[in-house]
Structures are given as C-alpha cells and as structure tokens.
C-alpha cells in the first residue's frame, strides 16, 4: 500500500510539470507566433507587423524610406485587388514596415496613397501578380523617385489657357516626345529621367526646365501669343 503511494505521488508530479509545459507551449504560441493555413508566422521584436486579411499565404510586404534611406513612420498605402476590384490599406510602422498576408492570388496595384508629414510622396505605382511562383511581393519606396512626371501649362499674355498648343520635349537636343494641351492648356508626361538635361518648346522658342532635388515634378509655364508660329 505505501509502495503505490508513491507512485501515485510519482504520477502527479509528472502530470503537474506535463501540465507546466503545455500551459508555457500554449502562452508561447498565442503571443509569438500566428497561425495561418497550417503556415506560422513569427513576430519580430514583439511586434506583428502583417495584417491578417484572409486564408492564404500570399503576401505583400513594404519598406518606406527617406533619400537617405531612413526608414519612415506613417506612410499610406492602398492595395488594389485588380481582379476582384478590392482595396487595401496599410501604413507603415516605426521600422518602416507593413505587410499584409492571406491575400488571394491574382493581379495588384500598389501605390503610397499619402506620404508621412513633411515628405514628398512616392508616385511610382507598382503591379504585378500575386501566383504559385510568386506568393511574396515586396515593395521598397524611397523619397526620390528615379523618374519624374512633367506639368506644362501653356497661356496667353491674358492669362488664359490655350489648348491644342504643340509641346516638343528635348533631351540633348533630340526631340523624344511631342505632346499636346488640353482645354486648360495643360499636358503631363511622367517619363522623365532625373540628373538628365531637357528643355521644351513651343512655337519658336525654347525652354530649358530642372527638377529639384526635394520633388519629384518638374513644372513649366509658358506663356505665348495665340496664332503664332
């Protein structure tokens, strides 16, 4: 009788501690991993930084910079579904960093749709598609893009618009585009190489534009008399 006492006694002591060990496998698992489609996800530095928006393991993830490549807290950005027409939205993290995981496989836009306080916003839009042998996309936006989008503005002396006005656009004295106002006198091209040398021109005149290092639009206003060529 003494002899299966302790054993019994034994028995508890191996159910307590088995007990102690599931209970810490438990609380390990709620708070650093999560579990998705038998797939686990690990959090880093305690901080998860994937939004969970379905059952799949397709990702996006993003990175947002400065010039100097600091990493950005606050950055926007929408994440369009192109198949299904369904919209995203995620901001980046003090790292830098938001990721979005779980998303079905298909076709995707995305874009910065508002820039962090005090910074230009990263225009680039990026697409691509979401398949079996691509199931993690991810996206680096820096400050400064390395093309840049063009705004010309063509008026008369009054101020007013003109539209259907020429605009031949230079590089290196060879012309690479010729574009053509709108009924505001406007026309916007975003194909432009930054550190490069242009200059447009209407009419009979030329003119030489820059873009500053702080942006990522070159704008130009022209003023012309109607009728001449």
């Known amino acids: 009788m003494k002899k299966e006492s302790v ?11 088995c007990l102690l060990i599931m209970g810490y496998e438990i609380y390990s ?45 606050g950055s926007i950005w929408k994440i369009t579904n192109t198949d299904n027409k369904k919209v995203y939205e ?60 063009l705004l010309v503005q063509v008026i008369d002396e009054n101020n007013v618009p003109i539209a259907d006005e020429k605009v031949m656009i230079y590089q290196n004295d060879e012309l690479i585009h010729t574009l053509t106002t709108n009924i505001k006198g406007r026309v916007g091209l975003y194909d432009l190489e930054r550190d490069a040398k242009y200059k447009a021109k209407v009419k009979d005149k030329e ?16 003023i012309t008399k109607r009728g001449v060529k």
């Not at 650093?32 to 797939?39: G, M, R, S, T």
């Open 207 to 222: 003119y030489e534009f820059e873009v500053k290092e702080d942006s990522n639009i070159a704008r130009l206003d022209i």
């Open 7 to 17: 054993f019994e006694i034994f028995l508890y002591v191996i159910s307590f501690v």
């Open 29 to 73: 698992c709620k708070y650093n991993e999560k579990i998705l489609d038998n797939y686990v996800y690990t959090f880093i530095d305690d901080d998860f930084i994937c939004e969970v928006v379905g059952n799949t393991t397709y990702e996006i993830s993003i990175n947002r910079t400065d010039k100097n490549e600091t990493n950005l807290e």
């Open 90 to 149: 995620v901001t980046t993290n003090e790292d830098g960093d938001a990721c979005l995981v779980g998303l079905p496989k298909g076709n995707y836009e995305v874009i910065e749709d508002k820039a962090p306080d005090g910074y230009v916003r990263y225009s680039t839009k990026h697409t691509f598609t979401l398949n079996e042998d691509n199931q993690t996309e991810h996206i680096h936006g820096t400050e400064i893009n390395d093309r840049i989008y």
